[in-house]
């Protein structure tokens, strides 16, 4: 069943989940070559107990870290490990975060000093992919019209789309109803409702859109190697439009990137 939230409720949510927009800020500025995923998440669980927030996912069905921390061809749930990342490396990064009852879930993939233009590529289109299907994500719509929109934005381009792993509702629990895969057909799904509040997350391939665990139970990577991009925002349904929660304001303000990707959903009570 879908839980839908009150303004308030929407408002709480917003917090949380600019708390993990924050931890995304933070580490931006850390990642460099030589640094391991492992201090990354230190400094992670740190700054969010520092917020008065609790980590996410650290218990969460067992998971030891705050952070998932995927390299290269990990897809998603990779853990922190003493391996340091190297020069040309991307590494999406996804943290959760818990705070007033209300969980926050947001994810960013980073490039790691110079990477290759073909995997630039790859970053770049998930990225819009992520805001292509918030676009769907409003009054009269259905689950598979975010699903079919982000799915036809990545295929046309070359890219595997992750079917095993979806998006999902989000509220006192991590993972709601309704699930929101990257695939799926128009028109098709639950429909959605005034002040329902999803993760929206494609996770897109640089080839096959196959994958595979590694004995570790925990990461995701590619069947054939190649890298895979991973980006997730928190979204809110109000007067029947989506509104980001999330924001990657503080992982630009942090890199020198200048966007206004986020400025047509209007978000509101961004304090930088
Ligand atoms: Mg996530
Ligand atoms: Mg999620």
């Known amino acids: 069943m879908i839980e839908v939230k009150t303004r308030e409720e929407i408002e709480l949510m917003r917090q949380s989940a600019l708390i993990v927009s924050k931890t995304l800020g933070m580490l931006a500025k850390e990642l460099k070559p030589g640094v391991t995923t492992k201090q990354l998440d230190k400094l992670a669980e740190d700054y969010i107990r520092s917020q008065g927030a609790l980590p996410g996912f650290l218990g969460l069905?067992?998971?030891?870290?705050?952070?998932?921390?995927?390299?290269?061809?990990?897809?998603?749930?990779?853990?922190?490990?003493?391996?340091?990342l190297e020069e040309g490396?991307?590494?999406?990064?996804?943290?959760?975060?818990?705070?007033?009852?209300?969980?926050?879930?947001?994810?960013?993939?980073?490039?790691?000093?110079?990477?290759?233009?073909?995997?630039?590529?790859?970053?770049?289109?998930?990225?819009?992919s992520l805001y292509v299907g918030i676009r769907e994500f409003k009054n009269g719509n259905r689950v598979g019209d975010v699903g079919y929109a982000i799915q036809k934005y990545c295929e046309d381009q070359g890219y595997g789309v992750?079917?095993?792993?979806?998006?999902?509702?989000?509220?006192?629990?991590?993972?709601?109803?309704p699930e929101m895969p990257n695939y799926g057909?128009?028109?098709?799904?639950?429909?959605?409702?005034?002040?329902?509040?999803?993760a929206i997350e494609p996770m897109i391939n640089m080839g096959t859109h196959r994958i595979k665990?590694?004995?570790?139970?925990?990461?995701?990577?590619?069947?054939?190697?190649?890298?895979?991009?991973?980006?997730?925002?928190?979204?809110?349904?109000?007067?029947?439009?989506?509104?980001?929660?999330?924001?990657?304001?503080?992982?630009?303000?942090?890199l020198g990137i200048t966007s206004n990707e986020e400025d047509e959903f209007r978000q509101k009570a961004l304090v930088l």
């Open 185 to 198: 057909k128009r028109g098709r799904g639950k429909k959605f409702l005034e002040g329902q509040v999803v």
């Open 61 to 84: 069905y067992d998971c030891p870290s705050t952070l998932l921390t995927s390299v290269n061809e990990a897809v998603v749930h990779g853990l922190p490990t003493d391996k340091p």
């Open 89 to 128: 490396d991307i590494v999406s990064i996804d943290c959760g975060a818990l705070m007033n009852g209300f969980y926050g879930d947001h994810a960013y993939t980073f490039e790691i000093g110079d990477v290759d233009p073909e995997t630039k590529k790859l970053l770049q289109t998930t990225k819009e």
């Open 213 to 254: 665990q590694l004995k570790d139970g925990w990461t995701i990577v590619t069947q054939d190697g190649k890298p895979s991009a991973h980006f997730e925002h928190d979204v809110a349904l109000v007067d029947g439009k989506p509104e980001i929660l999330s924001t990657f304001a503080y992982v630009y303000e942090a």
């Open 162 to 177: 992750v079917r095993e792993l979806v998006g999902h509702g989000l509220g006192k629990k991590m993972h709601e109803d």
